[in-house]
DNA sequence: AATACATATGATATTATTTTCATATGATAT
DNA sequence: ATATCATATGAAAATAATATCATATGTATT
């Protein structure tokens, strides 16, 4: 008996899948798993604003997803979490199978 | 190297992240992890209404997360996909880990 | 076949998220 | 100390998600 889950566990949740839910955040993520980068240059790597990357990227920092760390002029962004790749990972091999057309047993 | 993800895969992990970043659907799923329940008794424990239930089964199902078979006056859903469960578990533990405000390596 | 019960559906209203734009801040170089 | 480059921030505008309400559909009961 599994159900029944705490209203601050809950609200913990729902931030961490609100965080993944968003297909830019999802691609940071994964872009910063290879390596640490700067804003210019995951701006760039994504193609969008300056502005619109550094506003995903206070919110996965708010939420302790990545951490950054200035360098000269820039700063650069790394992971903060090894744990959300095992999540974000689990939730690309399943969207793999749907992508390719795989049924599980019904 | 493990960035650079398909638009339909990240279409696709967008699409379920975002059934999961809902507290509502997070309890649908945990509920039905016990065993089948149908509408009226899943809008009863969550205290929603019907029609709310109902919208937001239906997305669940869309998206083949449940599957659902009528008995007589009312339908039944269960869950269609074990995966899921998976990453709904590993959210929650590590919603878990933040809540009890255990820190990771930094 | 009329009524009641369980669920679904469509439209609208409400609320939340995301982008954009303008500007601010902080660091380096001249 | 001024200019320039990189990033951040606040507010407004644009877009998306959710709840609500009214009603429709499908099944069972009389």
């Given amino acids: 008996m599994n159900n029944k889950i705490s ?9 961490l ?9 999802i691609q940071m993520l994964v872009l910063l798993e290879d390596h640490p980068m700067n ?6 790597e994504l ?18 997803l990545v951490s950054n760390v200035r360098d000269g002029k820039s700063i650069y962004y790394q992971l903060d979490d090894p744990h959300i790749m095992d999540i974000v990972n689990e939730g690309l091999a399943h969207s793999d199978h749907v992508v ?3 049924k599980h047993g019904n």
Same sequence: chains 1, 2.
Avoid at 7 to 15: C, D, F, Q, R
Avoid at 39 to 44: E, K, L, T
Avoid at 50 to 64: G, P
């Fill in 7 to 15: 209203t601050k566990k809950l609200a913990e949740v729902h931030e």
């Fill in 17 to 25: 899948f609100k965080l993944l839910s968003n297909p830019t955040r």
């Fill in 39 to 44: 804003v210019g240059q995951i701006s760039d």
């Fill in 47 to 64: 193609k969008i604003e300056q502005s619109a990357a550094s506003h995903q990227l206070a919110m996965l920092k708010k939420h302790q």
């Fill in 100 to 102: 390719r057309g795989v």
